[in-house]
Nanobody
């Protein structure tokens, strides 16, 4: 079983940048696809980004492509989400996720508890 803990959320202004981290424990995630999802108030959880086991493949939601970058450091058992040019509509709880497979465009087998990102105008 893998445990995922997100960090790095906070209150920022529109146009600012923020980097989220997801630290995994319990076992290595170097063989697992990883991802980020988010859930805004009153809305369903939605896909944000995913990355394959080695980082060779990455996928993004249209709404964040070009502004968000997912990356991973398998030696540190950590996944990151670098967010730039943040918008008010990016406000949400951001969840880290892991897949049981090495390649998965929507990794949803394991979840963290989330970190809140609030973007003010």
């Amino acid at each position: 079983q893998v445990q995922l803990v997100e960090s790095g959320g906070g209150l920022v202004q529109a146009g600012d940048s923020l980097r989220l981290s997801c630290a995994a424990s319990g076992r290595t995630i170097s063989n697992n696809a990883m991802g980020w999802f988010r859930q805004a108030p009153g809305k369903e959880r939605e896909f944000v980004a995913a990355i394959s086991w080695g980082g060779g493949s990455r996928w993004y939601a249209d709404s964040v492509r070009g502004r968000f970058t997912i990356s991973r450091d398998n030696a540190e058992n950590t996944v990151y989400l670098q967010m730039i040019s943040l918008k008010v509509e990016d406000t949400a709880v951001y969840y880290c996720s892991a897949a049981s497979r090495a390649v998965d465009r929507r990794p949803m087998d394991y979840w963290g508890k989330g970190t809140l990102v609030t973007v003010s105008s």
